[in-house]
């Protein structure tokens, strides 16, 4: 057993240490988003159906060694914004950093935020999560760059032991403003941790959602797992560097 966590390598590291050849490949995620230089497109609006849908019960946001993870009930739907048919969501999740250093994937004209939400979803012509990751198209995940303070509505939760706890709320209370959700970045990537399986259209919403310093530390206070190859004990910086583009086009949405 080695103390090397996989979680933040280099591709070739990740190749190298741990056999996963897709984590070198040649639409890795996450990547830096250019909102200056583009290139630009447009896109259709996009539709998310359920998203506005008042949770049942508060979202328990477990602790799987990685990261801390929500699964979604059925009934979510991301369509739209140039995206091929109907994509499901299954879980949101979390990436941060420390306080020494911000934990996006993605960063924003060569900046990062302090932490970055992913809400994964499959497409409906593939059926399910593990079917998905087999075609270039399977997955779509939607990011939300998180920052501390702001004018925003921060965003509510607590911490429950090595859980973190967030009192029932729409979905869509996790996304930017409705009038800001045409501002995204596209592109065709992988998943940031491995396999890395390059199923991925990414879609980066380019303004942040807004969260309290207290809020934030809930997250950095999440204790890594035994199991997990964390080499601290609290579980922090689980956000993989930015890949090479090798060639791709990062879509600015103009709208
Ligand atoms: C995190 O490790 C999540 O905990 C994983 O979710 C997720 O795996 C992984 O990140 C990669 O997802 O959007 N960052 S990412 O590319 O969604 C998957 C679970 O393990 C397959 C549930
Ligand atoms: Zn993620």
Known sequence: PNSISTQYMTS????????????????????????????FAEFPPITLTGYDTLSSSSWNLQNNGHSVVASLPTGMVLSGAGLNGRYHAVQ???????????????????????????????????GSMSNAVRYGDGIAVLGVFLQVGGILQPLNLYTLGQQIVIPPMPLAA????????GRFARYQGSLT???????????VFLQPISISLSQMEAFRNVQATESSSFPQRSMMNNNRPVQPVFGRSILIASS
């Open 193 to 203: 941790t491995p396999s890395c399986d390059e199923a991925v259209v990414w879609t």
């Open 92 to 126: 949101f999740h979390f990436h941060w950093g420390s306080a020494a250093k911000p934990g996006s994937e993605h960063s924003l004209n060569k900046l990062q935020f302090p932490m970055e939400l992913h809400i994964v979803h499959y497409s409906s012509r593939y």
């Open 12 to 39: 070739s590291e990740y190749t190298f240490l741990s056999g996963h050849p897709n984590c070198a490949g040649l639409r890795q995620s996450p990547v830096d988003l250019d909102s200056f230089r583009g290139p």
């Open 174 to 181: 996790l996304l930017p403003d409705v009038h800001q959700r």
